[in-house]
């Protein structure tokens, strides 16, 4: 088992990351590559006409958190990929109403105990 730092890991994964022509644009594939790639950022672009997703689906339908911006940026963590190895994802839309921008909120009170 090959071993690389987090740190390192994010770009090449990154941009082993691929939409190929002949792939449907609702789904991505995630490449190892030459490494075994756990806890790895894997980071892309929406493809157009896919900016409302917010979740991915693995092949056996475990859903998978997907944190996007409003440019279409898309990433999550790939939890365990071994070298030479690829997994496929399907973009799903969210079944909550709530809009990417409701999510988390954090307010600072200076000076209160919380």
Not at 67 to 89: M, P, V
Not at 90 to 114: C, F, H, K, M, T
Request: aromatic share 6%.
């Amino acid at each position: 088992m090959q071993k690389i730092s987090a740190a390192s890991a994010v770009l090449p994964l990154g941009l082993a990351l691929g939409l190929h022509a002949a792939e449907r644009a609702d789904r991505i594939s995630v490449l190892a590559g030459d490494y075994d790639r756990r806890d790895s950022i894997v980071w892309f672009t929406l493809p157009a006409g896919a900016r409302d997703f917010q979740q991915l689906a693995d092949e056996r339908g475990n859903i998978i958190a997907l944190q996007t911006d409003r440019e279409g940026h898309a990433c999550f963590i790939e939890k365990e990929l071994t070298h030479g190895s690829a997994r496929t994802y399907r973009l799903v839309a969210s079944e909550s109403n709530a809009s990417p921008r409701d999510g988390v909120q954090v307010a600072l009170a200076i000076g209160s105990s919380i």
